[in-house]
């Protein structure tokens, strides 16, 4: 191979440029600078470059996606679901109703009599002292009177409701109303107006209709709402075929659909209306329209997706740019100055390498739950402390480093220069561990994202309204979205997987890179 | 090498120290209910004292009205006398809590160690002697993925794949349904049963890293001079692999495997948590997130003090392992 040329920091060039310079010609030879060379290196490792594509497409599809996608991180979409609502109840009568005469009176035990009466089929009975009597007046319905003729009631099973809104029917034209249905006749005359009836029981005033007479009860749950005499006609009809659902047109021309379902425990129908209700758009399957469909929030899923990769990404630069910098400031002091100031920086790597930091960080994002923190400053606390509990491995290793850099001869160079302290650490001896440091940041930021993901799944690291691939995910934890809904929670396990991968690819990639000692 | 050990604990004892005191100024900057509901709670009890006299009975009982070294002094005085306190969450003493979880995440954590030894290990020989092939390429890669494999989507993978679609095993718990039926060979597979997917994670989220080192080093064995010289005199390769370069990676895998070995006893708290396995993982997850501070406290102490008998076991070992390493 062209190793041994590489490691003199020259390539060959082109074969038909080699014959045209004599052999001693420095055009003969391409110098590539080290830079270059790593570059080179670098690409020639397939792998850590289908991880710098990965990354590549992570950071357009959360940067770019996110300006292109048409909807915001926390837009909620709605979709019209058909409810079944309880509309209206209905009952068939099979006990005697009573209508009371003006001025008189009737009490239950009356009334309880009057059944008994109308069993054995008496025409009187007594109560009290007193002699009611008990005149049938047609098809279950009877008249009850005193002996001297008055009226005092009614008995009956079919119904006489009003067909007009709020208007009450009075006594005297249940009783006509009532005896005409009965014995099947087309008019009676009630507190002096004419009415006519039809053998379904309308009741008519000059063509208009004011009641309905049926042997069903029906009426609204909801008290606002008036049922019109045609939907109760047609569903007594539907009730009588036993019919399970059924449609009605109402006088606008709306189409309902009612669902009927008859309780045999207490002897009635509950008819449900099927009314369009707008809900959140939740757990939608991928469509055209959300190509992967919508989260519990009813939000479109790619678009959280997006967002979330910037989250997760931003955090994870930041956290790690944290911890770099306390890193390379701590490691690079105690390296420098070794003896007490190097022991005592060490001390303090070691206390924090010994915190339990995953713990320490549940706690703290229980603690900051418990006094309801903005989400947004709750995302800059968690940068903070995962960025300063991170710093110390930077700087055992830079340190590490600088120790063996410190007694090579450029750094007695430097001291016999007379360049200052600060300047002989930051700008001769850091920039000496640089690729160390790059190679340990790559690594770092994939960390970080692992690490904020998780805390997110626990629900202790960013928090709605943001998105991030961790708290996705965190509703997975709900066993139906585990079984049911695999674009709630692939999509998102699959980039995190895929972004720390390729962070930890590259990373390697280019420790290889700037280490032609391994790559031999 | 005595002098060095007793050196070594010494200067553990000082970390653990100040460890201690910056987690427990933070526990006590952390809002906590819990005093003020107890007190509450008791003052509301018949002819019993007003709110203001437990509350002062109680934070002195928790060494809360103290400053907080002071607090810590007071601590750190009872832990070291055996005196852990009780858990406000599980209402028992925190040693007893303990007591009750931590062998089953120590023995979750042996079985694991065991298995991640006997993969990784041969997995990471065979990279390092093939490098640059296929197989090289497959296990690094593999070993990568392993490392940036998010626990929590893996597990959820897992329960989505045997759990949900094939049915082999429960989604949640260490004992199913018909646990007290059994007879006990039968709760003892039952509960083995429950184990298998918790281990599997551990096990392939832990191979990576190991099976990475075990790489590197005999990477770094294999280019050494006296490979080369085992080569030039004529050793078989099997001979110089297995003899010669695979001793000598002995002497980092002991040290790290022997600096992992007090981790056994740490619990792990997602796998745990996920799985609903009462461990010590599980069991100090709760207490945490609901702010149970003297058994978090205990539970913290007790990583740190793992933490720091894990170093000290490895520089140890490495020191004892390795006879080209003595310390002065």
Same mark, same amino acid.
């Given at each position: 191979m062209s190793d041994n040329l590489e490691n003199k920091n020259t390539a060959v060039a082109p074969s038909e440029e080699k014959q045209? &310079? =004599?052999? $001693?010609? /420095?055009?003969r030879v391409k110098v590539l600078s080290p830079g270059a060379m790593v570059a080179k290196r670098f690409f020639r490792n397939r792998v850590a470059v289908v991880g710098l594509a990965i990354l590549a497409f992570m950071f357009i599809f959360s940067f770019v996606g996110g300006l292109l996608? %048409? &909807?915001?991180?926390?837009q909620q979409f709605y979709r019209i679901d058909v409810f079944n609502k309880e509309y209206a109840g209905a009952v068939k009568n099979v006990d005697f109703r009573y209508a009371i005469a003006d001025g008189q009176e009737m009490g239950s035990p009356v009334q309880a009599k009057v059944v008994l009466a109308t069993q054995t089929g008496d025409t009187s009975f007594t109560y009290r002292d007193v002699t009611y009597t008990v005149t049938k007046e047609g098809e279950d319905f009877y008249s009850i009177g005193l002996t001297d003729g008055t009226m005092i009631g009614l008995a009956y099973k079919d119904i006489v409701a009003s067909s007009v809104q709020g208007v009450k029917n009075t006594f005297d034209f249940t009783y006509n109303a009532l005896k005409a249905y009965t014995n099947e006749e087309s008019s009676f005359t009630a507190d002096g107006t004419d009415y006519t009836i039809d053998e379904d029981g309308v009741v008519s005033k000059g063509g208009e209709e004011v009641a309905f007479i049926s042997r069903y009860v029906v009426q609204p749950i909801s008290k606002d709402v008036f049922l019109t005499r045609s939907f109760q006609e047609e569903l007594v009809a539907e009730l009588e075929k036993g019919a399970k659902e059924f449609t009605f047109t109402d006088e606008n021309g709306e189409t309902h659909d009612y669902t009927v379902e008859y309780k045999a425990d207490v002897k009635n129908w509950i008819i449900r209306q099927g009314t369009d209700t707008r809900v959140y /758009?939740? &757990? =939608?399957? %991928? =469509?055209?329209?959300?190509w992967l469909g919508t989260d519990r929030n009813g939000m479109d899923m790619l678009t959280r997706l997006m967002y979330g990769g910037r989250v997760s990404l931003v955090i994870g630069f930041i956290v790690e740019a944290i911890a770099t910098f306390l890193g390379i400031i701590m490691g690079g002091i105690a390296g420098y100055f070794g003896k007490w100031v190097d022991n005592l920086i060490m001390r303090i790597v070691d206390i924090f390498y010994c915190i339990p930091s995953m713990p320490i960080i549940i706690i703290l994002g229980a603690a900051m739950d418990a006094m309801s923190v903005d989400p947004t400053l709750r995302m800059v606390y968690l940068m903070l402390i995962l960025g300063f509990l991170g710093w110390p491995s930077m700087a055992r290793m830079i340190r590490g480093q600088i120790l063996s850099l410190r007694e090579q001869e450029f750094m007695t160079a430097t001291e016999a220069g007379g360049i200052s302290v600060s300047r002989r650490i930051f700008k001769h001896l850091v920039p000496n561990v640089i690729p160390q440091i790059i190679v340990s940041v790559t690594m770092g930021v994939g960390g970080a994202i692992l690490t904020e993901a998780s805390l997110s799944f626990l629900g202790l690291g960013v928090k709605f309204p943001f998105a991030s691939w961790g708290n996705i995910i $965190? /509703?997975? $934890?709900n066993t139906y979205v585990l079984q049911h809904f695999w674009f709630i929670w692939i999509p998102a396990g699959t980039l995190l997987l895929l972004t720390v991968l390729a962070f930890n690819l590259v990373g390697d990639g280019l420790r290889d890179a700037f280490d032609p000692k391994m790559k031999r | 090498m005595r002098k060095f050990i007793v050196k070594r604990l010494l200067l553990s004892v000082v970390i653990f120290f100040f460890v201690m005191l910056i987690i427990y100024a933070l526990m006590r900057c952390l809002p906590s209910s819990y005093i003020e509901n107890v007190a509450r709670a008791k003052s509301q009890l018949p002819g019993s004292k007003s709110y203001d006299e437990w509350m002062a009975q109680l934070t002195a009982m928790y060494n809360m009205d103290k400053g907080i070294f002071a607090g810590y002094i007071a601590w750190l005085g009872e832990f070291f006398t055996g005196n852990f306190g009780d858990s !406000?969450?599980?209402?028992?003493p925190v040693i007893q809590k303990f007591n009750e979880t931590v062998w089953l995440s120590f023995i979750m954590g042996v079985i694991t160690m065991f298995f991640e030894l006997i993969i990784a290990i041969p997995l990471g020989i065979i990279a390092a002697t093939k490098q640059y092939s296929k197989t090289d390429y497959t296990i690094s890669v593999l070993a990568l993925a392993f490392i940036s494999l998010p626990t929590f989507f893996f597990i959820a993978l897992l329960k989505l794949v045997f759990?949900?679609? *094939?049915? !082999?095993?429960? *989604?949640? +718990?260490?004992? +199913?349904?018909?646990h007290e039926q059994l007879s006990s060979w039968g709760k003892f597979l039952d509960m083995a049963d429950h184990l298998v997917l918790p281990l599997v994670t551990l096990v392939i989220i832990s191979i990576g890293g190991l099976m990475r080192y075990t790489r590197t080093n005999m990477l770094e064995v294999l280019n050494a001079d006296y490979i080369r010289t085992a080569r030039a005199k004529g050793v078989s390769e099997h001979n110089v692999i297995y003899h010669h370069a695979f001793r000598n990676t002995l002497i980092p895998l002991v040290t790290i495997v022997g600096g992992s *070995?007090? +981790?056994?006893?740490?619990?792990?708290l997602f796998t745990e948590t996920m799985f609903a396995i009462p461990g010590i993982g599980y069991a100090s997850y709760h207490a945490m997130v609901e702010g149970d501070i003297p058994f978090s406290m205990f539970y913290l102490a007790f990583l740190a003090i793992l933490t720091l008998l894990g170093n000290l076991i490895a520089d140890i070992l490495y020191a004892v392992v390795d006879p080209r390493v003595r310390i002065a």
């Open positions: 045209q &310079y =004599s052999l $001693n010609d /420095d055009r996608t %048409p &909807y915001e991180e926390d /758009d939740t &757990y =939608s399957a %991928p =469509s055209a329209k959300h $965190n /509703d997975v $934890n | !406000w969450k599980y209402t028992v759990c949900v679609r *094939l049915g !082999w095993f429960d *989604l949640f +718990g260490l004992i +199913g349904r018909t *070995l007090p +981790g056994l006893f740490s619990g792990a």
